[in-house]
Structures are given as structure tokens and as C-alpha cells.
């Protein structure tokens, strides 16, 4: 499936797989999004920012994934955990801004 990064230096579009974690993608497309613990919701480091419409798309985030966001400056309404969203052929053509 098609799945869009927004970054600083332009767009960028990846070849997502479906049951992989929103990070690999990223990382794989050579996203600067470090994911630090490994997908373990403790870093943080995974930010990105959905469209609106894309955010009602995925799963809705778990509340210790809604703890974490909140300490992250630069969270909006639409901000998520890469590493919590897992694709799936429905998400195609998903759209995240890379902060
Ligand atoms: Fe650490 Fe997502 S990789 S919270």
C-alpha cells in the first residue's frame, strides 16, 4: 500500500506492508524518526502527525500511548506513536507529517 511522509526537505512516498508497524515503513523510506526503545512506548521518538482524515482511519491510540503524547512538545490533536499504528490494506494511501 501507498503511504506518504511529509517532511522538511519534501514529500516522500513508501511501499507499505501490511501487519508491519507504521516505524518500519518510515524507517525503511529513510524517515528521520529514530524509534529509540524499539516500539515499546517509553521514547517517544516515533512522533508523527496524521491528516484529520487519517487520524479517524487507525485503530484509536491506548491510553498509555495518549500518556506518552502528552509529554511530547509539539503534540496536536492528530499526533500519534508510529510504532502503535500496525498497517493494513485499508490504510492506503496514509498520510503523515514527520515533525
Ligand atoms: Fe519508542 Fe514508539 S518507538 S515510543
Redesign the pocket.
Known sequence: MRIVFVGRDGTAEAEGRPGERL?DTAQRAGQP??????????????HLILSPEDFARVPPAAAEEED?LDLVPGTVRTSR????IVLTEALDGLTARVP
Do not use: S
Not at 33 to 46: S, Y
Not at 81 to 84: D, N, T
Open positions: 516505524l524518526l529514530e524509534g529509540t526503545c524499539g516500539g515499546d512506548m517509553a521514547c517517544a521518538t516515533c506518552l506513536l508510529a510504532c502503535q
